[in-house]
């Protein structure tokens, strides 16, 4: 009998925790889509002031900030972002605002291409066989 509650106790500790891990995976999910959001009001703000291209970026540490690309060689250079090129930039960008319309294209075409990228991933993925089936 005294198995039966051990054996329910340990149940019920390990849904709590999967529950719980659960629960902060959705939180930081929520987190995250409400730190871009803001990111991306701040940058069409400082875009209608200044006509600057702002890079959407998530940092080291886990923030997301609107940067323009004096800003990001900058803190750069204090190791808060890796060096980076212009395309490696665009395919870095969670998103950018810019009033420059070739801009815009190039980053929407570098999306694309990101996406297709891991949708052939994927399928590649899919088509392995494990080790396992083949005996």
Same mark, same amino acid.
């Given at each position: 009998?005294?198995n039966?509650?051990?054996? =329910?106790?340990k &149940?019920i500790?390990i849904?709590y925790?999967?529950?719980r891990k @659960? %629960?902060?995976?959705n939180?930081?999910l929520r #987190?995250?889509?409400? +730190?871009i959001? *803001?990111?991306?009001k $701040?940058a069409?703000?400082?875009n209608? $002031?200044d006509n #600057?291209t702002? !890079?959407? =970026?998530k940092? /080291? #540490?886990?923030g997301i900030s609107? %940067?323009? $690309?004096? @800003?990001i /060689?900058?803190?750069s250079?204090?190791?808060?972002f890796?060096n980076?090129? !212009?395309? +490696? =930039? =665009? &395919?870095?960008?969670?998103?950018?605002?810019?009033s /420059?319309q070739?801009?815009? @294209?190039? !980053?929407?075409? @570098?999306q %694309? $291409?990101k996406e297709n990228?891991?949708e +052939?991933?994927?399928? &590649?993925k899919?088509g #392995? *066989?494990s080790?396992?089936?083949d005996?």
């Open positions: 009998m005294a039966i509650f051990t054996d =329910l106790l &149940r500790k849904d925790h999967d529950y @659960e %629960l902060i995976g939180w930081n #987190r995250e889509a409400k +730190q959001d *803001k990111a991306i $701040r069409k703000f400082r209608l $002031r #600057r702002y !890079y959407i =970026l940092d /080291n #540490r886990g609107a %940067l323009t $690309r004096m @800003e /060689n900058y803190w250079a204090r190791g808060m890796h980076m090129n !212009y395309m +490696q =930039l =665009l &395919r870095a960008s969670i998103a950018i605002v810019t /420059n070739t801009i815009q @294209e190039q !980053y929407n075409q @570098e %694309l $291409r990228n891991h +052939q991933s994927n399928k &590649r899919s #392995r *066989k080790h396992k089936s005996f």
